[in-house]
């Protein structure tokens, strides 16, 4: 029996958390020989402890094998302790009236205090994966906070912008979505992110030859996925939560598969022509479990350029707004 994966997840008793703790458990992240500890923390109220007690109750009801102890906690320095995966899923949401600034200052506090624990707690082999919004800057200040690991460690998720690209080039091509390949989404998780669609194959085949309407794919798929989160809010009248927690569960799991190519924002350190400093969805080979390259060889055309450049001005205004607490 392998020595158990502890994964510690925040914002457990949360929407995402709802469908994600139930993937862990059953291994669909870590593989189904993998036994994991889930080490779940939520915010110091009692409405949220109680809803995470309900969704531990549940996973006993669930009797997964893999599952092989649970920790609920309010607290960071307990949540975080001895951490190998830590999913930072929780996060303030954006109130009435608020303004981009506040929500960035608001959830800077949150992920400058837990990227400090973190570092200080977390396993020697430690990896964390942001998922609460803004999410690539969010995962900037977490990192800025940490000492002792690498800003390779930590992630920010596009998968779902790219599981999203994936499906609306397939649907137009009329091809099954496994034929689509190569999609990959860079920049901000935001409606500025740009699938970069002259990359992608379908069938084999470059997926400008296939879908030949350039006015398509330069407008309503680059505004279909940009805007997916906001439509879905509008159909369905609360955000993204399955597909949401399908994406991570997608993500971690490329990023422990040696070999699989996938979209992850990480630290740009210039590539692409993003500003260094921040962290920007761009494609990845894993090279072993928890390690990855990032493919340099993509060329832009003056399309994908502006799009790059628009996404990297959004992502430098976030940095700037946050900027005081990073020299903290
Ligand atoms: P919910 O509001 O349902 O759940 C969030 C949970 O986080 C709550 O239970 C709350 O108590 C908890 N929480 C807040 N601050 C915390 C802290 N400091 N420590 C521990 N727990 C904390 O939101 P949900 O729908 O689950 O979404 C979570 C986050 O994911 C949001 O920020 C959302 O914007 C973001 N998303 C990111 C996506 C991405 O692709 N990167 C897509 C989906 C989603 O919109």
Known sequence: MKTPIRVAVTGAAGQIGYSLLFRIASGAMFGPDQPVILQLIEVPVEKAMKALEGVSMELDDCAFPLLKGMVLTDSANVGFKDANWCLLVGAKPRGPGMERADLLKDNGKIFIAQGKVIDQVAAENARVAVVGNPANTNCMIVASQAKRLTPDRFTAMVRLDQNRAQTQLAKKAGVDLTKVKDIFIYGNHSPSMFPAFAHAKIDGRPATQVIT????????????????????????????????????????????????????????????????????????????????????????????????????????????????????
């Not at 993500?251 to 962290?279: C, Q």
């Open 213 to 328: 309407d350039q006015a398509w794919l330069q407008g309503p798929f680059c505004e279909t996925v940009g805007k997916r989160g906001a439509a879905i809010i509008a159909a369905r009248g609360a955000s993204s939560a399955a597909s949401a927690a399908n994406a991570l569960v997608d993500h971690v799991r490329d990023l422990m598969t040696p070999g699989a190519i996938h979209s992850v924002a990480v630290k740009s350190n210039g590539l692409y022509g993003f500003d260094p400093e921040v962290w920007a969805g761009m494609p990845v080979r894993t090279t072993g479990p928890g390690h990855y390259e990032v493919i340099t060889n993509y060329k832009m055309d003056d399309f994908a350029k502006q799009k790059i450049a628009a996404t990297n001005k959004e992502l430098v205004e976030e940095r700037a707004f946050v900027a005081d607490m990073l020299k903290g």
